[in-house]
T-cell receptor
Framework: DGGITQSPKYLFRKEGQNVTLSCEQN?????MYWYRQDPGQGLRLIYY???????QKGDIAEGYSVSREKKESFPLTVTSAQKNPTAFYLC????????????FGPGTRLTVL | GQQVMQIPQYQHVQEGEDFTTYCNSS?????IQWYKQRPGGHPVFLIQ?????EVKKQKRLTFQFGEAKKNSSLHITATQTTDVGTYFC???????????FGKGTRLHILP
């Protein structure tokens, strides 16, 4: 069953702790993306990767880190340096290029207490 | 950087009324994509427009790409409660660029 998965769906962490959000796809997509969505807000790009072992900062990369060691996986770490980490995090994937639709995972809702 | 402006930010309509959201750019776009996000869900791709002046329809939804390829619209005829959600446009400047999302229009349907 092809698709893109994110885990967990809900995540609670104490302030000052790093946390890693998982994103896996079996769609054979080259490109993967992380977005942050705050209540009533649009999608803000955190990081994206167009090929294994390479990634670029998006509009709001500060306080976040990523890795792309495998084509299928693009984990996002929310570090303690991120000042307002509580948000809904969406992972997406696509074939490379702006003409290809993005497929989104179900999202992870992170709450930092 | 490139920005795609989407208006309105919010729209309340009576069930059965029509709804339109607009997406505008100061630069010529290569393509426009439209996505829908249901409350509590994730964005889902609806359609892509590539050609100048292109119009595509999906049942009650009509998508249009401007002649100058700087704007686009999504029009819903006779809204239903199932249309509730946030509609995003997304665009790229050229074929190899990643797409940039607008901030979305949140549609509320009043019964």
């Amino acid at each position: 069953d092809g698709g893109i998965t994110q885990s967990p769906k809900y995540l609670f962490r104490k302030e000052g702790q790093n946390v890693t959000l998982s994103c896996e796809q079996n769609l054979n997509h080259d490109a993967m993306y992380w977005y942050r969505q705050d209540p009533g807000q649009g999608l803000r790009l955190i990081y994206y990767s167009q090929i294994v072992n390479d990634f670029q900062k998006g509009d709001i990369a500060e306080g976040y880190s990523v890795s792309r060691e495998k084509k299928e996986s693009f984990p996002l770490t929310v570090t303690s340096a991120q000042k307002n980490p509580t948000a809904f995090y969406l992972c997406a994937s696509s074939f490379s290029g702006g003409y290809n639709e993005q497929f989104f995972g179900p999202g992870t809702r992170l709450t930092v207490l | 950087g490139q920005q795609v402006m989407q208006i309105p930010q919010y729209q309340h309509v009576q069930e059965g009324e029509d709804f339109t959201t607009y997406c505008n750019s100061s630069t010529t776009l290569s393509n426009i994509q439209w996505y829908k996000q249901r409350p509590g869900g994730h964005p889902v791709f609806l359609i892509q427009l590539v050609k100048s002046g292109e119009v595509k329809k999906q049942k009650r939804l009509t998508f249009q790409f401007g002649e100058a390829k700087k704007n686009s619209s999504l029009h819903i005829t006779a809204t239903q409660t199932t249309d509730v959600g946030t509609y995003f446009c997304a665009a790229s400047l050229n074929r190899d660029d990643k797409i940039i999302f607008g901030k979305g229009t949140r549609l509320h349907i009043l019964p």
